[in-house]
């Protein structure tokens, strides 16, 4: 008897997972509209937006934000990408520049839309202390530059705690503190959840539903495979442990987020 319970508890919450889905694809304009504060009335589907995913290295692309991609692209947002080093910790900078750029034209964001930074002050390097002046003038130009309406990045802890993560959390936070953005862009931070969560894959996305974020972004199998395949570019980077966060990290298949609350518009800082 309690085989055939546990077989229907497991059944159960497998069907509410595909139920999620796809009442997720029904409801992620509307999610979008709320985030960007478009009005009840107006109608706005995903060309309205121009989103800028801000990384710190070539991978972080579809390690973390995979999902949140695939899922924009869909919906014919113009999908940017800034990633602020070349990942050149190994010295591998120029090769896994052009992995990042075949990783993106899988995730459907164009060359033309990639931008990588190769700046002395802003190393690969877990114990480097990025700028935050440094980086936020980077990003706020690329902001401006691209009319972009929606920026996703790292939160406080970045995911895996890389300091260079965290300082591109920073510098957004500084922008935003600032009042530095444009009144029309909102900005939004990958939600970090603790291990436990960050690896049991799919079967992590009911929680990450019913939890409150301001934006929730799923992917099906279709997905996976797209974003596992852009995970695959990647090849100075596939050692034994990425086939593992490959097949069991949440992030491959969710991303949630929260609004980097703004402070008041042209502050001056003294």
Known sequence: MSIYLIFFLVLSYLVSIK?????????????????????????????????????????????????????????????????????????????????????????????????????????????????????????????????VNMVLTFDGRGVSGHANHTAVHKAVSHLASTGQVPNDCCLLSLVTVGLLRKYIAFLELPLSWLLSSCLCCIIGSQGYRQAKAAMLCHRTQLLWFRYLYITFSRYMFVNTFQMIPQGPKNLKIY
């Not at 889905?21 to 478009?38: A, C, P, Q």
């Not at 972080?60 to 070349?86: G, K, Q, W, Y």
């Not at 993106?104 to 964001?109: F, K, P, S």
Request: charged fraction near 25%.
């Open 19 to 147: 139920c999620l889905y796809y009442r997720h694809r029904r409801t992620l304009v509307k999610s979008l509209k709320r985030v960007m504060n478009v009005l009840p009335g107006r109608e706005a589907d995903g060309a309205d937006i121009t989103a800028l995913i801000v990384t710190a290295h070539p991978d972080d692309e579809c390690m973390f934000f995979a999902p949140t991609i695939i899922r924009l692209v869909e919906l014919n947002a113009s999908v940017h990408l800034l990633c602020l080093s070349e990942g050149n910790y190994y010295n591998q900078g120029a090769q896994r520049k052009q992995e990042l750029l075949k990783s993106c034209a899988v995730l459907g964001i164009p060359a033309s839309r990639v931008t990588v930074v190769d700046h002395k002050k802003l190393p690969d390097d877990p114990k480097a202390e990025w700028s935050v002046s440094l980086v936020s003038s980077v990003i706020v130009r690329h902001i401006r530059a691209h009319s």
